[in-house]
């Protein structure tokens, strides 16, 4: 096999597993009309359509999807055999890949990369928050993190931060206008701010507990987004009411920027937890990772 034909296959690979000619692209550093001349290329010498492409997404022909199994598994062998390698050296490299929720990049994520990046700078990282649930195996995904009632039974878990709880709360100029709601159910009269799911498409059902019952209500969609970042800021405006983890309202809440209602009904939840198929034999720089999270609960296994 030429170079060429090599270098036409990886292109293809990375088209394939991306779904899009921008993010492949970026990934493999070249031009997207380089990129598309290897994909018209590799068509031609092939004889067969490889990809579907419209304005908006690319897609697999059967074709190409058949031959996207096929190789897939050989370039992820070579990138295994390559990541292998760098056991033997005096620092450990190699590429991880994680799909987050923004809370758990911004509290456990971003300060562990902070202290174990600057030491090992041959480990590269790429972090993709994704409110839905990720198959990390079909996505290629070393590893997500999610909270631990979200993650699969056959995965293993290892559990990476506290259990926290949620907290309804809004401005003070919101509650001057509306007034406070008393119990859950009076929230169906509020502006509540909504976190949009992708998987679904649909909104978070908001969880709520008090005194052993259970309880869970939709906001309204007046205004949803999917990150707690723009919830946040807009429940500082005044807009609505939002309801966000503990960690991420206590200093607004103690400056007198928000105030947090319904305290007896904040719903606890299980901790963020980091998860990764059962056959995946960790690298040295997946188990630096883990020791950077500075892990101190049990790992869940499959029997």
């Known amino acids: 096999m030429t170079k060429e034909s090599m270098d036409d296959l990886v292109a293809f690979v990375a088209v394939a597993r991306q779904r899009s000619f921008t993010r492949a692209a970026a990934q493999l550093g070249i031009s997207q009309p380089a990129l598309s001349a290897k994909i018209t290329a590799l068509e031609a010498r092939l004889g ?17 999807e058949r031959l996207y199994r096929s190789i897939s598994p050989h370039f992820d062998g070579i990138a295994s055999g390559l990541d292998d390698l760098s056991e033997l050296r005096d620092k450990p490299a190699g590429n991880l890949r994680i799909t ?11 300060p562990a990369l902070a202290a174990l990046l600057p030491e090992y700078p041959d480990i590269t990282v790429e972090i993709v928050n994704d409110y839905g649930l990720v198959d990390i195996v079909a996505e290629r995904f070393d590893a997500g993190v999610r909270l631990g009632e979200q993650v699969a039974q056959d995965m293993i878990a290892v559990r990476i931060g506290p259990d926290f709880k949620q907290c309804v709360v809004g401005a003070p100029a919101y509650f001057k206008r509306y007034g406070k ?10 502006l509540c701010i909504a976190l949009r799911l992708p998987t679904s498409g649909g909104v978070w059902s908001w969880p709520f507990e008090k005194e052993g019952r259970e309880l869970k209500l939709r906001p309204g969609e007046q205004l949803a987004f999917n990150t707690i970042t723009l919830q ?53 720089a997946f ?12 790992k869940r296994g499959v029997g």
């Open 48 to 64: 067969v359509r490889l990809l579907t492409r419209s304005t908006r997404s690319v897609s697999t022909t059967e074709a190409g």
């Open 100 to 110: 987050s929720v923004e809370h758990a990049s911004q509290t456990i994520l971003l």
């Open 181 to 190: 709601p008393k119990t859950p159910h009076e929230l169906t009269k509020h």
């Open 232 to 284: 946040l800021d807009s429940a500082l405006a005044g807009l609505g009411l939002g309801y966000l983890p503990e960690d991420v309202i206590k200093d607004h809440v103690a400056a007198g920027r928000l105030v947090h209602v319904l305290k007896d009904w904040s719903a606890p939840m299980s901790g963020y937890h980091l998860y990764f198929p059962s056959r995946r034999q960790q690298t040295a």
């Open 287 to 298: 188990s630096l990772l883990i020791s950077a999270m500075g892990f101190r609960g049990r």
